[in-house]
């Protein structure tokens, strides 16, 4: 609760960000996009689409140049391992 999240979607002719938080019951929840946030992911669009679909794994080492995690590792991490949405 309470850590927050900045994601950047990015891609040819795209830049898009988000900022989210967990509130008091468990759930995200959009914010103002922070100047420090806990952690940062840059991200191309077609690796989020990826991961999002289970087609990579967080491990994968096609993701090396087109995710960029910064702040606390064990959330990055974390979260990097959460992007999978379909089984």
Known sequence: VGSTLLVAIIGPGL??????????????VAIPVQADPDVQMNIMWAALVQLACGRVGPDDPSLVDRVELRGDPA????????MTITP
């Open 15 to 28: 830049h898009h960000e988000v900022c989210v938080t967990v509130d008091e019951a468990g759930r995200g």
């Open 75 to 82: 959330l990055a991490s974390a979260l990097l391992a959460g």
